[in-house]
C-alpha cells in the first residue's frame, strides 16, 4: 500500500520542454525528500524539503513543499535526457521510517 | 568519500540455498536501512539499525529473513531458505541524524531465485 500518491505514474517528454511531478500525503509531512533512479541503479539522493511552503532548486530541478506539507512538486525545466529516470517522493511520516511513493517514470524524448 | 557499498551486486541461487547480502554504510553514520524493491510492492522497509542496534524488524517479511550489524561499518541480510517470491533489488541505506537525516542509498543487489 502506498501512503504517498505520485502523479503521472509515467509521461514523455519532448527534449527541451518542462514537466512536473506530484507527491500527495493524507497526512503532514515532517520531511519530504526527492529521489531519482535510473534502472538498475540505487537511489539517488536530489533535494529535502521540510517547511512549508519552502522551495529549493538544483541545477534545473526545483522541489516545492505546499503551506500545509501535504503536497509537494518536482518541476523540471528544460529537459535533456539525463533527466530520464524514475522519480520517487519518499516521506518522513513516523520517527525514521521514510514511505516512498511508487515512483514516476520520466523519458525525455530527443 | 565513498557511498554506500554493497555486494553482491548480482546474485543468481536456486530455491532452498543460503543467500547473504552485505552492506557498508557511509563512514560516520548510525543509521542503517535494508529495504526490496519490486514493481507490484514498490520500495519496503526490512529492517531499521541505529548504533547497530535493531529498532523495528517489523518489515522483515518472515523468519527466512534474518539481518545483523555487528559493527558500525558491516551489516548483513540473509534468507535462508531462498525462495523464487524473495526476487527482487535490496537496497541498503544509511544516514546520520544531523536535523535532516536523510538516508543514502546503496547500488543495491539485484536478487533472482530460480
Known amino acids: 500500500s502506498q501512503e504517498l500518491e505520485q502523479s503521472p505514474q509515467s509521461l514523455i517528454v519532448q527534449e527541451g520542454k518542462n514537466l512536473t511531478i506530484n507527491c500527495t500525503s493524507s497526512?503532514?509531512?515532517?520531511?519530504l525528500y526527492w529521489y531519482k533512479q535510473k534502472y538498475g541503479e540505487g537511489l539517488i539522493f536530489l533535494m529535502m524539503l521540510q517547511k512549508g511552503g519552502e522551495e529549493k532548486s538544483h541545477e534545473k530541478i526545483t522541489a516545492k513543499l505546499d503551506e500545509k506539507k501535504q503536497q509537494s512538486s518536482l518541476h523540471i525545466t528544460a529537459s535533456q535526457p539525463s533527466h530520464a529516470g524514475i522519480y520517487l517522493c519518499?516521506?518522513?511520516?513516523?520517527?525514521?521510517?521514510?514511505?516512498f511513493g511508487a515512483g514516476t517514470t520520466v523519458t525525455v524524448r530527443a | 568519500d565513498a557511498g554506500v557499498i554493497q555486494s553482491p551486486r548480482h546474485e543468481v541461487t536456486e530455491m532452498g540455498q543460503e543467500v547473504t547480502l552485505r552492506c557498508k554504510p557511509i563512514s560516520g553514520h548510525n543509521s542503517l536501512f535494508w529495504y526490496r524493491q519490486t514493481m507490484m510492492r514498490g520500495l519496503e522497509l526490512l529492517i531499521y539499525?541505529?548504533?547497530?542496534?535493531?529498532?523495528?524488524d517489523s518489515g522483515m517479511p518472515e523468519d527466512r529473513f534474518s539481518a545483523k550489524m555487528p559493527n558500525a561499518s558491516f551489516s548483513t541480510l540473509k534468507i535462508q531458505p531462498s525462495e523464487p517470491r524473495d526476487s527482487a533489488v535490496y537496497f541498503c541505506a544509511s544516514s546520520f541524524p544531523s536535523g535532516s537525516e536523510t538516508q543514502y542509498f546503496g547500488p543495491g543487489t539485484r536478487l533472482l531465485v530460480l
Open positions: 497526512k503532514t509531512l515532517y520531511g
Open positions: 519518499g516521506a518522513d511520516l513516523d520517527d525514521y521510517k521514510l514511505s
Open positions: 539499525f541505529n548504533n547497530n542496534v535493531p529498532i523495528d
